[in-house]
C-alpha cells in the first residue's frame, strides 16, 4: 500500500521561501505512475487545493492564490515531488498535504478545483507538515 511522507515545513517570515517535499514512505514504493497533488488546510476550513502534476511532469496546476509565486516540480529518479514556495504570505499559514493519485486525471485545467472529494476517496495521503508564515 502506498504512503506518502511530506518534509519540508516549517516557520518562515512573510516573502520567505521554503520547499516542500513529498516522497514514497518506503523505498520499495514509487510515486512514478502517480499524479501527485498538494493540498492545505487552516483549523475550521475545507482542506484545498494548492497544486498539482501528472506522472510525467507535462501537466501542472496551480490555485489562483498561488499562481506565480508556487513552482510544482518532480524528479522520477528520486521519486520525489517538491512544492518551492516563494515569497510566502501569513495566509499561506496551514498544514500542507502531499497525496498521490493513481486512478485518473484530476488535474488538468478546472477539474482540480473541482476534484477535492476524488483526491480524499481514492488518493494516498500524507499526514502533514505545518506552514507557518509570521513575522
Known amino acids: 500500500q502506498l504512503n506518502v511522507v511530506e518534509t519540508g515545513g516549517g516557520l518562515v517570515q512573510p516573502g520567505g521561501s521554503l520547499r516542500l517535499s513529498c516522497t514514497a514512505s518506503a523505498s520499495t514504493l514509487t510515486l512514478n505512475r502517480y499524479f501527485i497533488g498538494w493540498f492545505r488546510q487552516v483549523p475550521g476550513k475545507e482542506r484545498e487545493g494548492v497544486s498539482c502534476?501528472?506522472?510525467?511532469?507535462?501537466?501542472?496546476n496551480y490555485a489562483d492564490s498561488v499562481k506565480g509565486r508556487f513552482i510544482i516540480s518532480r524528479d522520477n529518479a528520486k521519486n520525489e515531488v517538491y512544492l518551492q514556495m516563494n515569497r510566502l504570505e501569513v495566509e499561506d499559514t496551514a498544514v500542507y498535504y502531499c497525496?498521490?493519485?493513481?486512478?485518473?486525471?484530476?488535474?488538468?485545467?478546472?477539474?482540480?478545483?473541482?476534484?477535492?472529494?476524488?483526491?480524499?476517496?481514492?488518493?494516498?495521503w500524507g499526514q502533514g507538515t505545518q506552514v507557518t508564515v509570521s513575522s
Open positions: 497525496v498521490a493519485e493513481g486512478y485518473a486525471d484530476y488535474c488538468s485545467g478546472s477539474v482540480f478545483k473541482a476534484s477535492l472529494t476524488s483526491w480524499l476517496d481514492l488518493g494516498a
Open positions: 502534476i501528472s506522472a510525467s511532469g507535462d501537466i501542472t
